[in-house]
């Protein structure tokens, strides 16, 4: 718990240089539009509307997120529309749920700007979950937001699943479902032989059947025959 602390003081320290605030003052309610925006923006992203978290961004918004490969969508982004294609898709292909839970909202006197201290949460597709303390940073014209700076700790994040892994994963249970496919396909074959095979066995194919038939009708006739003559040597006897 100390450390998750530490981390957090390290990151509002940093948020606070870089917007040049060092005594920011806590906004615990929505009296604060600017702080209101934030909150709105964070809980649609919360709850899956995207279009409505985009929204409330300038059209050229800058987007600094930490680098590195365990962040979603890391680095600069630029335009609401390179945040929903590398920030939002990222999320998307990575985790079953994520989001930002802010615990608190810091406005500052000299720069237009909201720090966000909160934490960081999701489940990944691959398993695991995401519990990490984060500062957000967003800095407004007004009432519109124009930039956003995340800090996180990137290394507590598991590697964003890219596009290529996502095509290859698809690739992957296709090949697998059509090898069970196969599978079954030849089951059905064996299968099919087996019965075949006894049918033969027991002697019960249609052409055997026949046969069998043809040599009892034989029989049958061949008796009939002998008796008359039988009979008939009886009768000269007589």
Do not use: C
């Amino acid at each position: 718990m100390g450390e998750g602390d530490g981390k957090v003081k390290q990151m509002v320290s940093s948020a606070k240089r870089r917007v040049g605030a060092e005594a920011p003052r806590v906004t615990e309610d929505d009296d604060s539009e600017r702080a209101g925006v934030v909150r709105g923006a964070l809980r649609a992203f919360g709850e899956g509307d995207m279009d409505g978290f985009v929204d409330a961004l300038k059209d050229d918004i800058m987007w600094e997120n930490p680098e590195g490969s365990n962040f979603p969508g890391s680095g600069d982004l630029s335009g609401p529309e390179e945040v929903r294609e590398r920030f939002i898709g990222d999320v998307g292909r990575t985790y079953t749920s994520f989001g930002f839970r802010p615990e608190s909202f810091l406005e500052t006197d000299h720069e237009d700007a909201v720090v966000v201290i909160g934490r960081f949460e999701g489940e990944g597709v691959e398993g695991g979950s995401l519990n990490s303390p984060g500062v957000q940073v967003w800095g407004f014209e007004g009432t519109e937001v124009t930039h956003v700076r995340v800090f996180a700790d990137t290394a507590a994040f598991p590697e964003v699943v890219t596009e290529e892994k996502e095509k290859q994963w698809a690739e992957e249970e296709k090949k697998k479902e059509e090898e069970e496919k196969s599978d079954d396909s030849d089951s059905d074959d064996d299968s099919d032989k087996d019965e075949g095979s006894k049918s033969e066995s027991n002697g019960s194919s249609p052409e055997a059947k026949s046969d069998d038939d043809s040599a009892d009708e034989k029989d049958s006739d061949e008796k009939k025959d002998s008796d008359d003559e039988k009979e008939s040597d009886e009768e000269k006897d007589g």
